[in-house]
C-alpha cells in the first residue's frame, strides 16, 4: 500500500476509499498528533466544501476528534483558506478541511493544518498515518467529562470576510465582475466580499446542490465564464475551484489568465510598491518559460520548487519570500495568510486593475504564454511513481528531449492526488507539442496498464 497522504492530505471517491471508519481514525490520530503536548484541552476547527458527502465525513472526523479528548468546532461549508485564518484567529490548535478541490463531486479529502494555519508537513503525516495503521495503538481514549464536544458555529465564516475585506479595502465600484463560484465553497463568502467592496457583480453558479461542484463550471472549467464576460461587457472574470484556495482570471476580451500570468501582474507591481520580499517570486517547474524571462526583463528572482503548493510555501517560509503559486492559481499572499487564497487572489489582481487603471488584457502583456500541452495518462495508481522503470517511456522521453534541442522542454510527473501521470511538453510550435504530448501520454498508459 502506497502512502496515504498525497500532495493535499488523504483524498479518494468518499465511501469506498475515503470512507467513515477512516475518516473517523483521520479525526482520532490527527487531533492526537497534533494536540499531545497541550496542557489545555484542545480544539480543532473543521470546514468542508459543498459536496454531499462533506457532512457525513465531518461527522465521522469529529466523532474521532471528540473520541481522543479534543473539541471540534463545526465551521459548515467554509473555502479552506478561511479554516487556515479562522484557526489563527481564534488560537485554536489546529484545522481540518474536508475538500475534494477541483476534482470531481464523488471524490472527497481530509487535509490538516496545525495551529500557525499551514498544512502538515511530511513527518507529521507519516505520525498520522503510523498511528492508524498500528490500530491507534497507546493512544488514550478518555471516558466521561474527559471526551470532547462540538460547537456548532455555522456564523464563523463572516469574519473571514471582514478579514479579507480588511487586508485589501479596495472600491470596486468601477468594476464589472463576472464571478464563477464552482457551486463550492465560495459561493457565499466570495460574493459578499466583492458585493460590500463595492463591485458592479454578476454571480454564478451560487447554488450547489452536493452534486454540481466544479461540474462544468470554476477553474477548471471556464467556457462559460469566457463568453458570459464578453456578454456582460464586464471588466473581468473570476473563476474559484471547489474550496476556493486557487482563481483564474479571464480580462474584458475573454481570454484566460492564469496563475503564471498573475503572478507576474501582481508581483511586478508590488515590486515598484516596493512590497515584494527580495523581489522574488516562488514558482513550480511546471510554470510557464516565459515566466522565467519575464522575470530577467522585469528584474525579478524567479525561485523553482518541485510541484505542490506545499513545496512553494516550504521555500517562502525558509527563505523570506512572501509571493509564491502555481500556474493552476494556487498563488499565496505570505504577508495576508497561510495558504493559497483564491479571494485574495482575486481582490490583489484586483487592486492592481484599480491602482493603474489598465485592463487587464494589457496587464497580461507582461508575460508571453509560451504554447504547453498537458495531457494525462491513466495509470494504475500503485505504478505512478514508477513510470522511469519502463525502457520505453525512458528512451521515449529521452528521444523528445534531443528533438527540441533547448527550444522546448518535456516534463512528466505523477499526479500527487489521482491515478495519472500528467505529460506536459512546452515549444514553440502548439501542433507539434500536442502531437507530442498525446503521443507520448498514450505510450505511458498503454506500457504501465
Known amino acids: 500500500m502506497g502512502r496515504m497522504f498525497g500532495t493535499d492530505g488523504v483524498r479518494g471517491v468518499a465511501g469506498t476509499e475515503l470512507t467513515i471508519e477512516l475518516a473517523m481514525k483521520l479525526g482520532q490520530a490527527g487531533a492526537y498528533v497534533l494536540t499531545k503536548n497541550r496542557e489545555h484541552k484542545p480544539t480543532i476547527i473543521v470546514g468542508c466544501d459543498t459536496r454531499i458527502s462533506g457532512g457525513m465525513l465531518a461527522n465521522a472526523l469529529m466523532a474521532g476528534i471528540c473520541s481522543v479528548g479534543a473539541n471540534a468546532i463545526y465551521a459548515g461549508v467554509v473555502p479552506t483558506p478561511a479554516i487556515a485564518y479562522l484557526v489563527r484567529k481564534h488560537k485554536v490548535d489546529a484545522g481540518v478541511v474536508i475538500s475534494a478541490s477541483h476534482n470531481p463531486m464523488e471524490f472527497n479529502g481530509i487535509k490538516f493544518f496545525n495551529g500557525e494555519g499551514y498544512k502538515l508537513s511530511d513527518q507529521l503525516e507519516d505520525e498520522i498515518e503510523a498511528l492508524i495503521k498500528n490500530n491507534m495503538k497507546d493512544v488514550p481514549m478518555p471516558t466521561g467529562t474527559g471526551i470532547g464536544k462540538i460547537e456548532y458555529r455555522l456564523d464563523i465564516k463572516d469574519e473571514y470576510v471582514r478579514f479579507i475585506k480588511k487586508t485589501v479595502p479596495i472600491d470596486l465600484s468601477k468594476l464589472k465582475i463576472v464571478v464563477d463560484c464552482a457551486e463550492g465553497a465560495a459561493y ?25 461542484i466544479n461540474s462544468n463550471c470554476g477553474s477548471t472549467h471556464m467556457e462559460e465564464l469566457r463568453a458570459r464576460v464578453v456578454y456582460e461587457k464586464a471588466d473581468i472574470g473570476i473563476a474559484f475551484d471547489g474550496d476556493a484556495d486557487r482563481m483564474l482570471a479571464v480580462d474584458e476580451l475573454g481570454n484566460v489568465v492564469d496563475g503564471d500570468q498573475i503572478m507576474a501582474i501582481v508581483g511586478s507591481h508590488m515590486k515598484k510598491q516596493g512590497q515584494l520580499k527580495k523581489n522574488t517570486i516562488v514558482v513550480t517547474v511546471m510554470t510557464n518559460l516565459g515566466f522565467s524571462l519575464m522575470g530577467e526583463r522585469e528584474g525579478l528572482h524567479i525561485e523553482k520548487t518541485k510541484v505542490g503548493d506545499r513545496y512553494v510555501l516550504e521555500n517562502m517560509l525558509e527563505n523570506g519570500f512572501n509571493l509564491g503559486g502555481e500556474q493552476s492559481g494556487h498563488i499565496i499572499f505570505l504577508d495576508d495568510n497561510t495558504t493559497g487564497d483564491g479571494l485574495l487572489s ?10 493603474t487603471g489598465e485592463k487587464l488584457s494589457e496587464l497580461a502583456k507582461i508575460m508571453e504564454v509560451l504554447p504547453q500541452s498537458l495531457v494525462n495518462a491513466k495509470v494504475p495508481n500503485h505504478k505512478k511513481e514508477h513510470y522511469m522503470d519502463y525502457a520505453d517511456i525512458a528512451e521515449a522521453i529521452e528521444a523528445l528531449e534531443a528533438k527540441f534541442n533547448g527550444e522546448g522542454r518535456v516534463l512528466i510527473r505523477p499526479s500527487g492526488t489521482e491515478p495519472l501521470v500528467r505529460v506536459m511538453i512546452e515549444g514553440k510550435d502548439q501542433q507539434v507539442i500536442e502531437e507530442e504530448a498525446k503521443k507520448l501520454a498514450a505510450l505511458i498508459t498503454n506500457t504501465m496498464l
Open 188 to 212: 457565499d463568502t466570495s460574493v459578499k466580499a466583492l458585493q460590500e467592496l463595492g463591485a458592479n457583480l454578476v454571480p454564478i453558479h451560487i447554488h450547489p446542490d452536493g452534486t454540481n
Open 346 to 355: 482575486a481582490l490583489q489582481l484586483l487592486k492592481v486593475m484599480a491602482e
